[in-house]
C-alpha cells in the first residue's frame, strides 16, 4: 500500500511549460505530481504566452514571482544558472509545440513529461529518442488513465494466463461532449484541438485514442499489432479534414483481432473508456467510470467483480493502492501513480540502475512513439478509402 512515504532520496525540483490557467489539463499535472510530495515539488513554470497571466496565476499557487517566465527557452535559461534549478519539466502546451519544448528540455538537461500525442512524425520521435540516449535523460507520456490499479491487475491475470490466449481486443473511448460545434470557437481548450496546424493530423484518434491504445499495450503487452484498417468521420462539417468520430480494426501477429471505436459525438454518454479483452477461456472488463471494479468472467461460471484494493489481488495491484476497500479512487489517483513512478524513473536513471528501469511499468518513449505510428497509420489507412495498412 502507497502511504505516500518517499521512494527516492528527495523529490525532483520540477517546472511546467503550459498548463496554465485557462488548461484543460494543467491542473491533472499539478495534482498528480505533487499528491506525493515526496516526488516533485513544482519552482518554476511558463505557463502562459501571456506573461501577465502566467505570473497572476502563479502568484495565487503562491510561487515565486522570480520563477515565472515568460517562455520556455527563458525558464530554461534562467534555471540552469541556478544552484537550485529545476531537474524536470512537464510540457503540457497543445501538441505542435511539444516537439520543440521536448527537444529544448533534453538539451538542457532536464528528464521531460510530455503530454500526448507526443509528436506529429515517427521520424520525430525517433529523433527524441536519439538526443535522450545522449543526454541521458528521459522522456515520460502522461496516458493519464494508466495508473488504476486494476490495470495492473488486468495485466497480470492476463500474462499469469487466466483468460487463456487472447483473442480479441475490444476498445472504446467515445463520449458526447464534442457535439456542440459553438465550443469550438468558444472553449480555449477545444480551439486548438479542431485545428489541424496545432492539432495535427486528427482530432480523436490523438486526443482520445492514444489513452485507450496505451492501455491495451499495457494489459495485454505480449500482443504485436500487425495490421489497422481505420474509417473516420467528421460529423460536425466545420471540422474536415479532422475527425470526430472514428471506428478501428486491428490485426495482431498472433492471430487475435481487435476493435477501436474513437469520438466525442457519443451523443448523451458519460462513460468514457472501456476495455473488453477475450481469451480462449475467459473475459476481463474495466470501464473508467468504474475504475474500482474488474469484470471477470470465465466461461460456464458465475461473473466475477474483482475490487480494487482487496487481498485477493496480485502484489503488483497492490503496490500502489491509497486509500484501502470501500474508499473509492478517481482520476487524480491514477494520475499521481504515474507521476510516483515517473519520478522512480528519472532516480534510477541518474543513478544509472536500468534494471529497475527495466522492471518499472510506465508509459515512456518508446510508448510515445508507438502512439504516434498509431494515429499516423489510422489517418493514412482512413485517407486511402479505409484500407488495411501494415503497423510497422
Known amino acids: 500500500m502507497l502511504i505516500g512515504e518517499k521512494k527516492i532520496e528527495r523529490p525532483f525540483r520540477w517546472g511546467i511549460v503550459g498548463g496554465g490557467r485557462t488548461s484543460g489539463v494543467g491542473y491533472k499535472h499539478r495534482l498528480g505530481a505533487m499528491r506525493d510530495n515526496t516526488s516533485f515539488v513544482l519552482k518554476a513554470a511558463a505557463f502562459d504566452l501571456d506573461f501577465q497571466r502566467c505570473v497572476d496565476f502563479g502568484k495565487n499557487l503562491c510561487m515565486d514571482e522570480d520563477r515565472l517566465y515568460p517562455d520556455y527557452k527563458a525558464m530554461f535559461e534562467a534555471e540552469a544558472k541556478r544552484e537550485d534549478g529545476i531537474e524536470a519539466v512537464d510540457i503540457a502546451t497543445p501538441n505542435f509545440q511539444h516537439f520543440e519544448v521536448c527537444k529544448a528540455a533534453l538539451e538542457a538537461g532536464l528528464h521531460v513529461i510530455c503530454e500526448k500525442p507526443l509528436f506529429f512524425e515517427i521520424e520525430q520521435g525517433e529523433e527524441i529518442k536519439r538526443i535522450s540516449e545522449k543526454t541521458g535523460k528521459i522522456v515520460c507520456v502522461t496516458y493519464g488513465f494508466s495508473g488504476f490499479d486494476l490495470l495492473t491487475q488486468m495485466r497480470h491475470m492476463i500474462l499469469s494466463g487466466d483468460i487463456g490466449e487472447v483473442t480479441m481486443v475490444d476498445l472504446r473511448y467515445a463520449h458526447g461532449f464534442g457535439c456542440d460545434p459553438t465550443g469550438d470557437t468558444q472553449a480555449e481548450g477545444q480551439k486548438w484541438r479542431v485545428d489541424p496546424k496545432k492539432s495535427g493530423p486528427s482530432f480523436v484518434l490523438g486526443d482520445l485514442s492514444t489513452h485507450t491504445f496505451y492501455i491495451s499495450e499495457l494489459v495485454c503487452p505480449q500482443l504485436k499489432l500487425k495490421q489497422v484498417l481505420c ?11 479532422l475527425e ?3 471506428y478501428v480494426l486491428m490485426r495482431y501477429e498472433s492471430g487475435a483481432v481487435g476493435r477501436m471505436w474513437a469520438s466525442a ?10 476495455i473488453r479483452i477475450v481469451g480462449t477461456k475467459a473475459s476481463l472488463e474495466w470501464n ?23 487481498d485477493y489481488l496480485s502484489d503488483d495491484a497492490l503496490e500502489y493502492e491509497r486509500l484501502g476497500a470501500l474508499h473509492y479512487t478517481g482520476l487524480i489517483d491514477s494520475w499521481s501513480n504515474l507521476y510516483n513512478r515517473f519520478a522512480v524513473a528519472m532516480d534510477a536513471k541518474n543513478r544509472g540502475d536500468e534494471q529497475t528501469r527495466r522492471n518499472l511499468v510506465y508509459p515512456d ?8 505510428r498509431w494515429v499516423t497509420k489510422c489517418v493514412e489507412s482512413a485517407d486511402k478509402g479505409g484500407v488495411w495498412v501494415d503497423f510497422e
Do not use: C, W
Open 244 to 246: 470526430d468520430n472514428a
Open 288 to 310: 473508467d467510470m468504474h475504475p474500482d471494479e474488474l469484470h471477470y468472467e470465465v466461461q460456464g461460471k458465475p461473473a466475477q467483480t474483482l475490487v480494487r484494493a482487496m
Open 231 to 241: 474509417d473516420r468521420q467528421s460529423f460536425i462539417r466545420s471540422r474536415a479534414p
Open 365 to 372: 518513449l518508446e510508448h510515445g512513439i508507438k502512439g504516434i
Open 265 to 274: 459525438v457519443n451523443a448523451g454518454d458519460m462513460s468514457s473508456q472501456h
